[in-house]
């Protein structure tokens, strides 16, 4: 059990590269209560997220979500989230936990004339649910006489029962396999988790924040804090395909010009040629020079190879360039690639 965000959170259950292989097999749960949860709501509340968020709200309908940002004056990034277009005007920021306070102290000092906005986080829990086998299991904890969950489309959202507590289920998820996040009252947690467990036949295991970082980090996702930050833009971020230039929101002016003229740095994808394992905070050279410093790395237990997300010079950033990581003074091989690093086979 480690601190994270003021949460007492686990590692692991029974090892982090079981969680990890059981997730890309079978299915495995997370308790991410500690995740935040904003609430805007009241007239004014599309035409101030559209110009407080990266992405263009307008373009949901009732019941879809976007990945997006939180941004200040200088493009950077505050937070990444996920926002949901709820019925009756409602919309879910779904935040990082480290980042509550900011969030929420940031969209309250902006001006929201018409604007509700709350934070629900300390009455809400969430169990995400991810796996190949995640919306079968699902399926056996879902009302007979609905649509199933399997025809619930990725970054769409609807409100059910599951395992008999009233839920928000949402095709999202940060492993890169198919799966749902489950958000309900703080108070029915452990009937949800308890439901969820239920479902053994499935090859379920729980999960902890180890395997969780693992399964991220070979889709590419990043990682607030580490790979992206309030420092760092989304075209830097190689983020830009989330963010809907051509229209004024706060950092606007500074994105269409990084997307216009380009930037002096891009975060890309690195696997290690050489048996090592990148961590952050690792500098990364080309051509002898320092061009770079490791984010984020890791033994990826899918592929066997060390993998790590990093900032270099754009010089630097082409798929295919050869680079080297200084892990504790020597020198190890490794090369730009793609991501996502993991792909599942066809």
Known sequence: MVDFAGWEMPVYYVGIN????????????????????????GAGAEAFLRTTLASDVERLVEGQAQYSFLLNAKGGIIDDLIVYRLPAGRWLLLV????????????????????DIVDQSADTAMIALQGPNS?????????????????LKPFHAVERSVAGVPALVARTGY????????????????????GIMSGREHGIVPCGLG??????????????????????TPIEANLGRFV???????????????????????????????RAIPREGYAILS????????????????????????????????VGTPIQIDIRGRLRDAEVVS???YKKES
């Not at 395997?211 to 760092?232: C, N, Q, V």
């Not at 020079?289 to 899918?302: A, D, I, K, N, Q």
Request: one cysteine or more; proline letters at 6%; a negative charge.
């Open 18 to 41: 079981e969680e990890h292989r059981a997730v890309r097999a079978r299915a495995g749960v997370f308790d991410v209560s500690h995740m935040g949860q904003i609430e805007v709501s």
């Open 96 to 115: 990082n936990a480290g980042n509550i306070p900011a969030d929420f102290a940031h969209l309250v000092g902006l001006d929201h004339p018409n604007v």
């Open 135 to 151: 919306l079968d299991l699902l399926a056996g904890l879902w009302p007979k006489k609905v649509p199933g969950p399997d025809t």
């Open 175 to 194: 492993t890169g396999e198919p799966g749902v996040e489950i958000l309900c009252a703080a108070d029915r947690a452990c009937d949800l988790w308890d």
């Open 211 to 232: 395997a969780r970082d693992t399964l991220r980090l070979e889709m590419g996702y990043p990682l607030h804090g580490h790979d992206i930050d309030p420092k760092s």
């Open 244 to 274: 809907h230039l051509g229209r004024e929101f706060i950092g606007s002016t500074v994105l269409d010009r990084q997307a216009a003229k380009g930037t002096k740095r891009r975060l890309v994808g690195f696997k290690v040629v050489d």
């Open 287 to 318: 051509g002898g020079e320092h061009v770079g410093t490791v984010t984020s790395g890791t033994l990826s237990p899918s592929l066997n190879i060390g993998i790590g997300l990093g900032y270099v010079t754009t010089a630097a950033a082409a």
């Open 339 to 341: 991501l996502p690093f």
